[in-house]
């Protein structure tokens, strides 16, 4: 069998490194890969948002089976284009990706199936936008409509920042076209859970539940970045709250899709708000997390390529999917000042990662034998164990071996979570 992976960061390597595990993959492509991700698998120099030089290169070499990991190709097509070929793929196509496409899409959604979620107004003319927000509570929350890079949030305090928010996104087109509509949502509060999900339309089952570590520096301060850290499972998500969701989010939400006419296949990513008045959304991914598939593969029993072949196939139900009773903790490894300036090219030794531990390479490249720094997220350094606190240390112990002069790491990953345990 050969396998191509659409996709470059640490994400990829994580269902890479998932997918050798299955011994009937002879070779596994990542379009395009990055130099760490090259250690295992054949790194193709063609870009993650080229449809046609995805589909293109999938059809010249005969692939077996194409995973489409990150937003953009999907919200683009590639898996309608990669079928139009005849090539079965894990993710969902053009219709059903909308889901994480357009805010717009994914809010009326919601409120037309009665899906918990923030209350919400949709603006597409920047006046009305405005004058809403005279009388509109604080904080509040704006977000444009279409993909920016995970930066399309912001949480306003006041009502200055907020008209600041919306006229970055409409006037300035800070996010371009994806800020021409913008939603004004109630803000929540609550803690925060990601719950990623296999579905192939009929059957949803979701996988073990994480917590993500958004802020840059110790103590949830900082600017928000794509992700500092990953603990699973996620303490506050509890046998009831899994059980709830399940009812009132996720089934209600893989019908209203089927009613829609956009069946979802693939990973669905739930990111919920534990609110006192109960489970809400925040927002849906239309695949894995980055850094949450950084501690949620390791810990998967079952065979991620046969899990994904069943997706592809509308088989899952006829499946067990086994997740084990560990915890995993991933600590990113930064370029010192991510996610406001930083710089590429730095030198990078890497330990070697025994079992149950792994380095996730999200931004190298190879120079000669050399392995460089590339961007701002460079590594996911993940460890499992039978209990949290375990795991937390063994990720650092190894985290701390990794030689990266222009590196910083955050020095409290899953804090918050140990601390939600103690107070059980
Ligand atoms: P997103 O890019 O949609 O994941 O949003 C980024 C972050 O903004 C989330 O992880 C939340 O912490 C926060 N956020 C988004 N929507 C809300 C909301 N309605 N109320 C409070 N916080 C929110
Ligand atoms: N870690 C959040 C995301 O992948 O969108």
Same mark, same amino acid.
Not at 207 to 231: F, I, L
Not at 239 to 247: F, G, M, P, T
């Given at each position: 069998?050969?396998?191509?992976?659409?996709?470059? =960061?640490?994400?990829?390597?994580?269902?890479?490194?998932?997918?050798?595990?299955?011994?009937?993959?002879?070779?596994?492509?990542?379009?395009?890969?990055?130099?760490? %991700?090259?250690?295992?698998?054949? +790194?193709?120099?063609?870009?993650?948002?080229?449809?046609?030089?995805?589909?293109?290169?999938?059809?010249?070499?005969?692939?077996?089976?194409?995973?489409?990991?990150?937003?953009?190709?999907?919200?683009?097509?590639?898996?309608?284009?990669?079928?139009?070929?005849? $090539?079965?793929?894990?993710?969902?196509?053009?219709?059903?990706?909308? $889901?994480?496409?357009?805010?717009?899409?994914?809010?009326?959604?919601?409120?037309?199936?009665? $899906?918990?979620?923030?209350? !919400? &107004?949709?603006?597409?003319?920047?006046?009305?936008?405005?004058? !809403?927000?005279?009388?509109?509570?604080?904080?509040?929350?704006?977000?444009?409509?279409?993909?920016?890079?995970?930066?399309?949030?912001?949480?306003?305090?006041?009502?200055?920042?907020?008209?600041?928010?919306?006229?970055?996104?409409?006037?300035?087109?800070?996010?371009?076209?994806?800020?021409?509509?913008?939603?004004?949502?109630?803000?929540?509060?609550?803690?925060?859970?990601?719950?990623?999900?296999?579905?192939?339309?009929?059957? @949803?089952?979701?996988?073990?539940?994480?917590?993500?570590?958004?802020?840059?520096?110790?103590?949830?301060?900082?600017?928000?970045?794509?992700?500092?850290?990953?603990?699973?499972?996620?303490?506050?998500?509890?046998?009831?709250?899994?059980?709830? +969701? %399940?009812?009132? $989010?996720?089934?209600?939400?893989?019908?209203?899709?089927?009613?829609?006419?956009?069946?979802?296949?693939? +990973?669905?990513?739930?990111?919920?708000?534990?609110?006192?008045?109960?489970?809400?959304?925040?927002?849906?991914?239309?695949?894995?997390?980055?850094? &949450?598939?950084?501690?949620?593969?390791?810990?998967?029993?079952?065979?991620?390529?046969?899990?994904?072949?069943?997706?592809?196939?509308?088989?899952?139900?006829?499946?067990?999917?086994?997740?084990?009773?560990?915890?995993?903790? +991933?600590?990113?490894?930064?370029?010192?000042?991510?996610?406001?300036?930083?710089?590429?090219?730095?030198? @990078?030794?890497?330990?070697?990662?025994?079992?149950?531990? !792994?380095?996730?390479?999200?931004?190298?490249?190879?120079?000669? &034998?050399? @392995? @460089?720094?590339?961007?701002?997220?460079?590594?996911?350094?993940?460890?499992?164990?039978?209990?949290?606190?375990?795991?937390?240390?063994?990720? !650092?112990?190894?985290?701390?071996?990794?030689?990266?002069?222009?590196?910083?790491?955050?020095?409290?990953? =899953?804090?918050?979570?140990?601390?939600?345990?103690?107070?059980?």
């Amino acid at each position: 069998m050969k396998v191509m992976v659409v996709g470059g =960061g640490g994400r990829e390597h994580a269902i890479i490194k998932k997918l050798k595990e299955n011994k009937g993959i002879e070779e596994i492509y990542a379009l395009p890969g990055n130099g760490g %991700i090259a250690l295992d698998a054949t +790194c193709v120099n063609i870009g993650a948002k080229d449809i046609a030089g995805i589909a293109a290169f999938a059809k010249e070499n005969k692939i077996d089976f194409a995973v489409v990991a990150p937003d953009d190709p999907l919200v683009l097509g590639a898996v309608d284009a990669l079928e139009a070929e005849g $090539i079965p793929c894990f993710g969902p196509n053009k219709r059903a990706a909308i $889901i994480e496409g357009s805010k717009i899409f994914s809010k009326n959604l919601m409120k037309k199936y009665g $899906i918990p979620t923030a209350e !919400y &107004e949709v603006f597409e003319d920047m006046d009305a936008a405005l004058a !809403y927000l005279d009388t509109a509570p604080v904080p509040t929350v704006v977000k444009a409509d279409g993909l920016a890079l995970g930066k399309g949030v912001v949480v306003a305090q006041t009502r200055e920042e907020a008209r600041q928010a919306v006229k970055e996104m409409m006037q300035d087109k800070k996010f371009g076209e994806s800020g021409a509509k913008i939603v004004i949502e109630e803000f929540l509060t609550g803690p925060e859970v990601s719950v990623l999900s296999f579905t192939d339309g009929k059957t @949803l089952v979701p996988m073990v539940s994480s917590m993500d570590h958004k802020r840059a520096h110790d103590g949830d301060q900082g600017p928000n970045t794509g992700g500092m850290g990953t603990v699973a499972p996620n303490p506050y998500y509890t046998k009831e709250i899994a059980e709830e +969701c %399940i009812r009132t $989010i996720f089934l209600p939400t893989m019908h209203a899709m089927n009613a829609e006419n956009r069946t979802f296949k693939g +990973c669905l990513y739930f990111g919920l708000m534990l609110t006192p008045k109960g489970p809400k959304v925040i927002e849906y991914n239309c695949r894995f997390g980055d850094p &949450e598939t950084q501690v949620v593969l390791p810990l998967l029993k079952s065979d991620l390529f046969t899990v994904m072949q069943a997706v592809a196939n509308g088989t899952l139900g006829d499946m067990k999917v086994e997740f084990s009773e560990g915890h995993a903790c +991933c600590v990113v490894v930064a370029s010192k000042g991510y996610p406001v300036s930083y710089q590429s090219g730095f030198e @990078l030794t890497l330990p070697e990662a025994k079992e149950g531990e !792994y380095i996730f390479v999200a931004g190298a490249k190879k120079e000669g &034998e050399k @392995l @460089l720094s590339v961007g701002g997220r460079v590594l996911g350094v993940t460890a499992t164990a039978d209990t949290l606190q375990g795991a937390i240390d063994r990720a !650092y112990a190894l985290a701390k071996q990794v030689k990266f002069e222009n590196g910083f790491m955050r020095a409290d990953i =899953g804090k918050r979570a140990l601390q939600a345990y103690e107070r059980k």
